[in-house]
């Protein structure tokens, strides 16, 4: 067809209409979007202290974005780092660990800003050895004052790293998590070297080892270890009542003000304590005021219990056999009570299951 001729059958071209032109609306035009580039700083009065201090409740990936507006910014970015709390910088990691391709410098740098000024730490090891012992050697400088560490180490060649962790001097509570078999290595290499000045050591231990001598080795280890003077110690183990010189071993901290024992639900029946021996060994808490025992063999002697007269607090898990009817649990609080004025009867919390109830007080 001819260049400029229509078709035969094509539909009739639209006429414009340009008698009556297209009203517009009186309101103003919309402004682009990037119009607030033009326009003068909205922050410029602001001092930059208080610029800083609003930055302190942000997360800080988004910190480290508005690093990049301007050097006022930075400067605000970089003092808003003097106080970052525990929950943010575990989310920053998160987020950095659902990165497909993190940025480890960029990464590792904000870690070491943060941890300079920060009280509580919390760290998972779970970007690998290289990086996470590069993070652990930040954490364990010299000039750290953090006062409470939070650590869940899930290879053997980081023990070795927390060895300066522990000894920081102006640590008071500390809680790690590792697999049993790296127990023996974090007893010898990091344990003994606890700070005295600690108050309070949790330790959490998974995976448990199908050997029970070498379980029982591992735990003798730990306790041989653990430093005398800590006031409350926490122990989670499917393998912590498997020892049979336990209370043998928790005789020797007599400055024990908190103990809480837990065997995440396993119960080892094979295991026998004697009344007397463990009567004998419970004397010497003087101290004692909070007990915990969860996952206790059905015929654990509970007798030996009534020596501790310094308790304020008694939480009693298994022993299903000496606790098993409603009669004997209750005959057991009005012994502990006769023999302890200081602990109340909302104090004491008996059940033979392990599983959490509403009625235990350490629940709320």
């Known amino acids: 067809m001819p260049r400029g001729r229509r078709r035969r059958n094509a539909a009739p071209r639209r006429q414009r209409n340009t008698a009556a032109p297209r009203r517009r609306r009186d309101t103003a035009p919309r ?4 119009a607030y580039l033009a326009q003068p ?12 201090k609003i930055l302190e409740n942000l997360p800080i990936k988004n910190r480290l974005a508005y690093e990049r507006v301007n ?14 709390s525990s929950q943010q910088l575990h989310e920053f990691l998160e987020f950095c660990g659902r990165s497909p391709r993190p940025n480890v410098k960029k990464m590792v740098d904000t870690i070491e800003r943060c941890a ?24 364990a400088h010299k000039d750290r004052r953090f006062k409470s560490l939070t650590l869940d180490v899930n290879h053997i060649e980081l023990v070795k790293h927390l060895k300066p962790l522990f000894s920081t001097g102006s640590l008071r509570e500390l809680d790690v998590t590792v697999d049993e078999w790296d127990l023996y290595n974090l007893s010898i290499g990091a344990i003994k070297s606890v700070t005295p000045r600690l108050r309070h050591l949790s330790l959490t231990i998974r995976e448990p080892i199908v050997s029970n001598n070498v379980a029982r080795y591992e735990m003798e280890v730990m306790f041989e270890k653990l430093p005398r003077t800590i006031p ?10 498997a020892l049979p010189t336990l209370f043998t071993k928790l005789s020797e901290f007599t400055r024990l003000e908190e103990l809480e024992l837990d065997s995440l639900g396993e119960i080892h029946e094979h295991i026998t304590h004697g009344h007397k021996s463990t009567e004998d060994h419970l004397k010497k808490l003087t101290r004692l005021k909070r007990l915990h025992l969860s996952g206790l063999k059905s015929d654990f002697p509970v007798g030996s219990l009534y ?31 006769r023999r302890n004025k200081k602990l109340k ?13 509403a009625d235990d007080p350490a629940a709320e």
Do not use: Y
């Open 232 to 241: 409350r110690l926490t122990i989670k183990s499917q393998n912590v009542f």
């Open 41 to 52: 700083d909205l922050d410029r009065g602001m001092p930059e202290e208080c610029l800083s």
């Open 307 to 337: 020596q501790l007269k310094s308790l304020e607090s008694v939480r009693i898990r298994g022993c299903s056999r000496r606790l098993g009817s409603e009669q004997s649990r209750e005959r057991f609080r009005e012994t502990m009570l």
């Open 116 to 139: 300079k000024h920060m009280p509580v730490v919390v760290f998972k090891t779970t970007f690998g050895k290289e990086i996470d012992a590069k993070i652990l050697k930040i954490l």
């Open 31 to 34: 402004p682009p979007r990037t």
């Open 345 to 357: 009867a909302e104090n004491i919390f008996v059940s033979t299951g392990l599983a959490e109830e």
């Open 71 to 84: 050097q006022r910014w930075r400067g605000a970015v970089l003092k808003s780092f003097e106080r970052v």
